[in-house]
């Protein structure tokens, strides 16, 4: 089984980035713990970040064809992204939303996602555990 771990904008910025709201783990270190996990739950991964909508539309489009399913973190295209939403309604592989900080706590505009609606599973607010879970319940939807 193949999985792609699709990383939105801004998330290369993890470490130095707002450490109170994000933690000081880099993305390095997530990628690290999540290949990890995958080696544990017999998954193969392959990794994308971005910081433009569209190279993450075309990725998720290229990608599709090689795995069964996107574990994502959107950043903050998902409060604006119907394009993105689009995409991976489009391409009809599950998905999972995750975010690092408890986004329903934060901002009003950061409460609402255009993806959550169509994801399998949404998992925020546990930091780098939020992407450890939602790989977990990804591959256990993808197996069910
Ligand atoms: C985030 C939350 C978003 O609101 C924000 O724009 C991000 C990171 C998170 O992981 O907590 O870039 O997705």
Do not use: C, W
Not at 25 to 45: F, H, M, Q, W
Not at 98 to 116: D, I, K, M, Y
């Amino acid at each position: 089984m193949r999985v792609a771990v699709v990383h939105g904008p801004n998330l290369r910025l993890l470490g130095r980035r707002e450490p109170e709201v994000y933690g000081t783990e880099t993305l390095e270190d997530i990628d690290r713990k999540l290949d990890e996990l995958a080696g544990e739950l017999d998954v193969e991964l392959e990794r994308f970040q971005s910081n433009h909508e569209g190279e993450l539309l075309d990725f998720v489009d290229e990608a599709s064809a090689r795995v069964e399913g996107f574990l994502i973190n959107p950043g903050a295209l998902t409060h604006t992204s119907v394009a993105l939403r689009d995409a991976l309604t489009g391409v009809g592989r599950p998905f999972v939303e995750v975010h690092l900080s408890n986004t329903a706590g934060r901002e009003r505009f950061r409460h609402r996602s255009f993806l959550a609606p169509v994801a399998s599973g949404v998992v925020y607010g546990f930091g780098t555990q939020s992407y450890l879970l939602g790989l977990r319940g990804l591959v256990a939807r993808l197996r069910a």
